[in-house]
């Protein structure tokens, strides 16, 4: 493994009055070389104080860090052959583009040769030939952006380390951006941890996502897995929306098992989780696996519906209880209003199933 | 975060704070430079600022022979001295109230004349507003008299008033406060300023778009917003009007104030008891409005003073108001002006008040007889700018950037040697360093040899062997030492040794070991070939025709001497500092032999004869000087520091830079404006200070603002305006040098400003 943590805890002292704060808690990950690992959580989650520890900012209260076989828990930020891209990009403003790009080969005197040759060639990489002599005010908030991936780049290092650094783009820069980390990260085959609050930008950028609640590690897994089995409530919520169902198990298959809900039964096939016969569980329902139709086998009324272009956004009452569901199917694009009776339809396939909490 | 209900203070969790609190500083030590910079920090304000200030105010309690005495407390109540002291009392608090609020008036009226006002010629006024600040404390008292005296051009001169006894002239409590809110309304001017330029015009277009007139939205949004710093300036000014002695001295006539009380009984009676009791007299109110300026007024802002200013200002449209405040603030202006020119022509005529003609006589004599003063202050003004300005960067720095146990402390005191009235730390300085007291040899050592042991050694039998050797091997030098005939023979022994460390660190190829052994031992041996340069230099000067050049050269033989020969407390604590260096991460056995060496030798200096028994020697003059100007040093410092990004330094850091790298080409390039604007408010303050220093100044190092007040008694009008002149004139060419270094530093970038930190 290229980039482990083990038990790793960092304990806040308290100050001023409040009690101590545990940031992170008992996180193990294991990081492969080359991989893009995405940290993902809520404000206060721990994902930042985990990415300050593995540059070395904070030290861990317990637990070891290794990197390519070597613990490195006390080793300063600058032994550690890491770099970093900061929320607030951290430009020198002192310091013009080429400069800001090259403090780092400075730190480590190589030949002005060599460092005009590696500065050119990674201000190339983030499109960035030309603006060397620009001081930072006079740059564009994407191209300060450039600058600081371009100052990380250009170390070679071991591990880049991203600290939400698309946070301050408009929603355009940022999707472009993504897209352009991304490309530059498999292409340089570079080993990468990049923290974010934002589901979409971990979604598109990650080769696994780590979801991380008050300094635990929720789940580990591809977009793929964490978006259709989420291990926990939290994460069904968090990442995407869903519809929380209560159920009970009816009857286990071979290969799935039939639930009741809503006082109907409804049989869903391919489910991993095993659950003994007349457990209560908890059905994942995703908007989008909800059709909104005339007829079907469980009705509801509708209590809102928003169109909005592409699809309908309703929210429905079935037995008591709101569900949201999302209509795209564009060969039955019908507009029910609020107060018409529908029915519902479950793609079951997509259903996931967890235990009563 | 605030939780309600304290957690309960069981033995565990007291337990688990200390060993909190010592993680914290072995988490510093990691670093020694940084854990250096907070020890030496640390201690220089313990020996500088808290030590002085509890020996000015416990010497009240205590008579000459060291008993417990309350004589000049129960005077207050006394049917004989009472109603005198008492009525000291009330005039120090009546002239401090009149003054704030007279001050905070005007500087109000200056700060809405140039920000809402749009006054033509605004640079103008605002640098005239900024004149009272850089010049002497009682130019401005000397210059009223002058113009409204008894024999004063205006009142005698040109309105023909003839003084007879009884009649209200300009000495006494209206002279006083007139000339201290002249001196100290720009204080106010500032606050205010920076608050109405950062008053969100919305706010106010918003009230009167609900329908409010403009002295509703004044009355109603304008002026509670402006409280807290209406209430800040109101305070500062208090304090600052208390802590005032140039001005009290010289015009306040038969109204004695308690700053010019404490100065009689220092100068006149010799009486320390009494002017320690009158200090903490002083002291409480003054510490008092400290403490709810720093806690509570500064927390209670609802503008952010630190942010950037506020786009699009809202112009006073009324022209009657409008121009209202412009004609009370260039009638100001022009008060200063006249005010200053007069201080100028004082110095060139005859007789003031009797013959007004122009002459050069009392600035010859300023000049030959004055040199010695004018040199010493300035030099010593100037050498303890750098130490002041640096030192206050690394306070600053340690109290924004590290977390550390005693942060609020260290922070605090850097800020209280400024605050407290200058008469208070002066007598302080004399009682804590007459006899150079053992005691803080004592003390200073322990802590620093305990650190020397803990920072250079590895294991605990290694430190505590080395710390009982290499202690008993410097008493026993200094024994030895004490046997010599030539007591300066310790400096060649001890410069020989360092200079053999350099050599070894030079075959070891330890760059840096070589290098700060090298300059240890070359600035030991320098301390004494120092005289040899000296010594013929002061000879030349004696056989010389007395004058200016003779009395110039004898001060810089002095001088330089001041540089190399530091007293023995303060050569100590470097050699320790330097020691460290040297000998961390050594070979075993070299460690045994340099951790004993070089604990021994500060430790035989620490208490060789009596090393801080500073009265009498520039270095306490220095010292006073820091203390004095760290204030300014540090704020300016603080405020940088919180504008610049945390990230930017951690990713120096993270780029491969270690601290000192990127203090070096990160942190330092940033905090230069402050830095500067921290060395032109040392030096202006050193230049001008008086009330710290006064009892400070000997015969052999004088000081010019002592020397203005000597003059004045003597009836030396025109030479004591001379003299204030020559000092407002280096203060400005220190500013325009200042400035042109600062200009050609940072080129055409935009984001210096020299106002932070005022």
New interface residues.
Partial sequence: MYLSLKNISKVFPPRGGATEVTAVNNVNLEIEKGELVTLLGPSGCGKTTTLRMIAGFEFPSSGTINLDGKEINMLPPNKRDMSMVFQSYAIFPHLNVFENTAYGLNVQRLSKAEIARRVGKVLELVQLTGYEKRAPNQLSGGQQQRVALARALVMEPKVLLMDEPLSNLDAKLREQMRTEIRHIQQELNITSVYVTHDQLEAMTLSDRVVIMNQGVIEQVGTPMEVYRHPQTRFIADFIGRANFVKGKVAAVQNHGLTVEIFGKTLTLADVQSSHPQGSEVTLIVRPEMVSVRKEGEFSAIVRRATFLGNYIDYDVEIGGQMITAVETDPMRMQYFPEGSPVNLQFASACIHILPKE | ???SS??LKTSTSRLSSWI?RYR?FA?IARDPVLFMSLLFCGIFLFIFVILPLFRATEGGFFNKEGLFDLRYFSRYFDAYYGPVMRQVFVNTLVMGLLTATGGTILGFIFAFAVVRCKIPGKNLVHWLAMVPTVSPPFAIALSTILLFGRNGLITRKLLGIVFKPGMNDVYGMDGLVFVQIITFFSVAYLILRAMLERLNPALEEAAESLGAGRLHVFRTVILPLLIPGIAGSFLLLFVESLADLGNPLFISGNVTVLSAQIFLAVIGEYDYQKASALSLVLLIPTLLIFLVQRYYVNRRSYISVTGKPTTGVIVEKNPIIRWFFIAVAYLICATIILIYATIIYGSFSTAWGVDFTPTMRWWEQTVTRGIEAILDTTFLSALATPFAAILGMIIAFLVVRKRFSGKEALDFSSNLGGAVPGTILGIGFVMAFNKGQNVIGIIVYAILALFFVQMALTNARERIIILVIGTAAGLGLKFFNASFEDPTTINYIVGGLYLAGAILGLVRRQKTTALGAGALGAYMILANLINYAAEPIAVYSRNMERGFWSNAIFQFSDHIKVIFQPTPSLLAILLIFGGVLLVRGQKSWLRWILGTVFLAIPCAITFYDKPWAMVGSPYIILMAFIVRSLPASVRAGVAALQQI?P??E?????????AQ?TFR??TL??ILPALLAGLIFSFTRHMTSLSAIIFLVTARWRIVTASILSEWEQGGVSIAAAYSTVIIIFVLIAIGVLYLVTNKLLGN?S?IDLSVGA
Avoid: C, F, Q
């Avoid at chain 2, 951690?650 to 270690?658: K, Q, T, V």
């Fill in positions: 975060m605030t939780t304290p957690p909190r914290e988490l990004d990230s930017i951690e990713a120096s850091n993270i780029l491969g830079a270690d790298y080409k990160v390039p940033l970038r984001d």
